[in-house]
């Protein structure tokens, strides 16, 4: 039996391919029919997200009577899909139809590919559900639920039931666990009437499980169901039993199995890929699949939405809750905003070009640098599908090009685009978009392959990477910066490889000290230590020689730069209804003025911490009460993303500063702080000789280190001799 043959798709009446999945019983062979349709024609159809998995194990199905190589992880959902769509056949149907793009893109068709990935936002967009496979359980059968554990499962929704009914809105009433069974949204395997149990062993998230330990492990999906739906209700997280703190000795209940459930969830390799963002984002209405357990998309955000507010709020001191979820937590966070403002009847995209570069504008998350930014930990077998794979989430166009962003790049397979050029001409073609430097704020240099080919300048997008918790300081911090003046940024590139900005030089770096790394509380406030004694050994001797008798406040630049002079406008919550930005500068005090709030609240973190030999006086009691744990939280979280994956040093002319990691490091030359047009900061650059430039002979060059805080150069300081000083340098 030969290959599935394509037919020639036509670009002008934006075809694609669907698939006719046929009904069968559970161990029948796969059978599908492919056929072309037009999206112009706005056909029904379901889009399938899921990991493509290994190709080393294939299981073949039936595709126009021709055997299609299948991976298994492809397999396992098409027959769960097949299973859950049987009662199409009593509405006169043959099966169910589905995008899925194995199947329906051509992929030996590099052509093709590129023209599909184009469409891939209006296939996403138009489809009537999105169907979000998580993966195959590990384990069959279903275990029937014990009489133990639905009697509790009764006894703790009663209980939810008895606290909700004083809130004042008026909520669905929840009896007991079989009215959670009647509800459409719950659904289990189709043809079984006994009441079964998702069951997720133990063993497969907890390496130090007991098979004998517990017999309630196998109910954990189904009261994941009734915290998702208490959570959707907007329950208080004190009134729902599964949050409730069980310590770390305590033998492990329904309460610790339902969160370690939840949580090995948001675990699965679907979440780690790039091209689910979209997939999860771009539908309005989806489900959440893993074997026959199926949780609306909705009901999984609201629920996850509803324990980050709770918990940063007035649910903020219910024991244990800020240890509970936070890695899920902090997976889902992007796309549920994304979701939830892509398909607000508020939110209309072509009326917010102007918003892009306003911070304090939801449309600021929409970007491509904070998508890429935020989704650079996400992983592709194809490195290029790194930036191809948020393309279809850019909205709007430049403010100053007025070009809109999807034109950005456009996916290209071909062979003669290579990742490197991808990446460096994704990176050039953004700046020139927002006329802004800040796709080159990353923190790309160390994050590199040995044998990369890319410039310094580009980040090295096929590193998946996490941000170390310094993520906020791009979406967030950045935006209190104005090292530029205002001023656009205006690049240009020679060959593909050098960036030709124009700047000046306002320091050199002089010393150095270790690097923050978040790995344990007692390694920070060491690092923490280190840094303030190597400020007070600087300025110490330079004061105490200083024949003017000026002196310099050093400790308060020192608390300052470590907070990067900004600090936490309210409480964090994990989306706000206006979505402002939750960081502020730090207003200028006069030396002889009263301790401000923010001084207050350097000295009550120090304190916290203890590291009181660093605070810069003592607390007026009446401020504890005023300020107390917020203000320590507030300046511990502008403290955290400024510090994060950074070194302290001290500049040649004496200014404190935060920046990357391998800066301070090289002889002769000292690494230069410049200040470009369009630099929200400063940078760090190395000076690494003369070079031949194409066209312009030898010239000096640099390589980008990264970007940093300079003390004193964040409001266009560097920038008022900016005509005088002003150099052309050249990034390679």
């Known amino acids: 039996m030969g290959a599935l043959q394509y037919d020639v798709l036509d670009p002008s009446k934006k075809e694609i391919r669907l698939l006719t999945l046929f009904n069968g019983k559970w161990n029948d062979k796969i059978r599908c029919r492919l056929y072309a349709v037009s999206l112009q024609d706005h056909p029904k159809y379901e889009a399938l997200s899921y990991v493509w998995g290994s190709s080393a194990d294939l299981v073949d199905i039936d595709v126009n009577g021709v055997a299609f190589p299948a991976t298994q992880n492809l397999y396992a959902a098409l027959r769960r899909l097949r299973e859950q769509g049987q009662g199409a056949k009593e509405n006169g149907e043959d099966g169910r139809t589905l995008w899925v793009d194995a199947i329906c893109i051509n992929q030996q068709d590099t052509e093709e590919k590129t023209y599909q990935v184009q469409l891939m936002g209006d296939i996403y967009s138009q489809t009537a559900n999105g169907l979000l496979w998580l993966g195959e359980q590990p384990d069959e059968p279903l275990p029937i639920v014990s009489s133990e554990q639905e009697d509790g499962t009764a006894r703790l929704l009663e209980m939810a039931d008895s606290l909700l009914e004083k809130i004042s809105a008026p909520l669905p009433h929840l009896d007991i666990a079989r009215d959670l069974i009647s509800r459409p949204e719950i659904k289990f395997r189709p043809g079984v009437h006994d009441f079964k149990i998702p069951r997720t062993r133990p063993e497969h998230w907890d390496p130090q499980f007991d098979a004998d330990k517990l017999a309630l492990e196998a109910d954990s999906l189904y009261q994941v169901n009734c915290l998702l739906t208490l959570l959707g209700l907007g329950s208080h997280l004190r009134w729902i039993a599964h949050l409730q703190y069980e310590p770390d000795e305590a033998p492990a209940t329904f309460r610790t199995n339902t969160r370690q459930a939840l949580n090995w969830l948001g675990t699965r390799a679907w979440w780690s890929r790039i091209w689910t963002v979209q997939e999860c984002i771009l539908p309005r209405e989806s489900e959440l699949l893993y074997g026959p357990v199926r949780i609306p998309w909705r009901r999984f955000l609201t629920g996850i939405s509803n324990f980050q507010k709770h918990r940063t709020s007035c649910c903020a001191d219910v024991p244990g809750i800020h240890d509970m979820l936070n890695d899920l937590v902090d997976t889902v966070l992007p796309c549920l905003i994304l979701h939830r403002y892509c398909h607000s009847e508020d939110f209309n995209p072509s009326e917010f070009a102007d918003d892009l570069d306003d911070p304090s504008h939801v449309t600021s998350l929409f970007r491509p640098e904070s998508l890429l930014w935020t989704f650079r930990h996400r992983q592709a077998t194809d490195p290029r599908d790194k930036i191809y794979g948020i393309l279809s989430l850019l909205r709007g166009h430049s403010a100053s090009t007025r070009q809109p962003a999807k034109t950005l790049i456009l996916p290209d397979y071909s062979p003669e685009m290579g990742s490197e050029k991808v990446f460096t001409r994704a990176a050039f073609n953004i700046m020139l978009f927002s006329a802004s430097l800040d796709i080159i704020c990353q923190p790309g240099y160390v994050f590199r392959n040995s044998d990369s080919r890319l410039p310094s300048w580009v980040p090295d997008f096929s590193q998946s990477i996490t941000f170390a918790g310094s993520l906020d300081r791009y979406l967030k911090q950045f935006p209190c910066y104005n090292s530029c003046a205002g001023q656009s940024a205006s690049p240009s590139v020679i060959e593909e490889n050098i960036l030709v900005l124009e700047g000046c030089i306002v320091d050199t770096i002089e010393s150095t000290s270790s690097t923050m790394a978040y790995a344990d509380e007692k390694k920070q406030q060491s690092i923490i230590g280190e840094w303030y004694t190597l400020a007070k050994n600087f300025y110490n001797p330079r004061h105490d020689s200083d024949a003017t008798g000026d002196s310099v406040d050093w400790q308060g630049r020192f608390w300052r730069t470590l907070c990067g002079d900004t600090i936490m406008t309210r409480q964090r919550v994990l989306v706000q209804q206006d979505f402002k930005a939750p960081l502020r500068r730090i207003p200028t005090v006069p030396p002889t003025a009263s301790p401000a709030d923010e001084e207050i609240a350097w000295n009550l973190w ?91 002979g030898m010239q000096p060059c640099h390589e980008l280190i990264g970007d940093c805080y300079l003390d004193g150069f964040m409001d266009g300081e560097g920038m008022e001799e900016f005509g005088a000083k002003k150099q052309t340098v050249y990034i390679v």
């Open 606 to 696: 120090c304190q916290a911490q203890d590291l009181d030999d660093l605070r810069t006086g003592q607390i007026p009691p009446v401020s504890v009460g005023d300020l107390g744990d917020f203000a320590v939280g507030n300046i511990g979280y502008a403290i955290k993303i400024s510090t994060a994956s950074r070194k302290m040093f001290i500049s040649t002319n004496g200014h404190l500063g935060l920046g990357p990691p391998i800066s301070g490091l090289t002889l002769p030359h000292k690494d230069r702080i410049f200040v470009f047009p369009g630099g929200k900061t400063p940078f760090v650059l190395r000076y690494v000789g003369m070079r031949h430039v194409p066209g312009l």
